[in-house]
């Protein structure tokens, strides 16, 4: 018997009120476990299984590679995604650190997007609605237990004191330190953060993006 989870949520579209989310409680089940599980009661072997599964996806890949939308009966549309190459994408970060672009005679600097700087990013599936019917029908949940805000027991004014007295000693201050000065979970401290980051009266400011941000006091 399946498991779902019942998640506390701030909504920000409702000025913070509580509101509540239900997600199921999933295990792991490895290649080996799923063939197995596939061949019983059944008069295919687990090889032949594999092999099906193997030739499915090299011709799924195949067929979406030339720009195929493919319809698998029982399974589901699948189709692939493009977006910039990751060559791109470091090219034009190098580009901005130099902020010099084709001044020096850099022809590797990214000029436009175009065939070459794209690339399949990943593949979106659309489920079959049999299989959303049929997961349904076979599915029997039970609460499997919850998942409760990390609320600060200090205001608003509290959190903003003693994160300028941490820049004020150790100079710059990291999401994960605000989080345990604070009490605050590390998404939510992570959003606040950000709504301090240059904010009117808070000194503070930031440099640095996602895991290497930091934030420190104006001087």
Request: glycine share 8%.
């Amino acid at each position: 018997m399946a498991k779902y989870i019942k998640k506390e949520m701030v909504d920000l579209h409702h000025e913070g009120q509580t509101i509540y989310t239900y997600r199921m409680q999933t295990l792991p089940m490895d290649n080996a476990d799923f063939i197995k599980d596939c061949a019983r009661n059944t008069t295919f072997s687990e090889g032949e299984i594999i092999g099906v599964i193997g030739t499915i996806a090299d011709c799924l890949a195949q067929r979406m590679a030339r720009g195929y939308s493919v319809t698998i009966e029982g399974l589901g549309t699948f189709k692939a995604q493009v977006g910039l190459s990751e060559d791109f994408k470091r090219k034009q970060r190098l580009a901005k650190l130099k902020d010099t672009q084709n001044e020096e005679g850099d022809d590797t600097a990214p000029r436009s997007r175009n065939a070459r700087s794209l690339e399949v990013t990943g593949v979106l599936w659309k489920p079959a609605k049999s299989l959303v019917r049929d997961t349904r029908s076979a599915c029997r949940l039970e609460r499997g237990g919850e998942e409760l805000l990390r609320k600060s027991k200090y205001t608003y004014e509290e959190r903003l004191a003693r994160a300028r007295a941490f820049m004020e000693k150790n100079t710059v201050m990291r999401v994960s330190d605000y989080a345990r000065l604070t009490g605050l979970s590390h998404t939510k401290a992570a959003a606040e953060l950000r709504s301090l980051d240059n904010a009117i009266g808070t000194g503070i400011t930031s440099r640095g993006s996602r895991s290497s941000k930091v934030y420190f006091l104006k001087q």
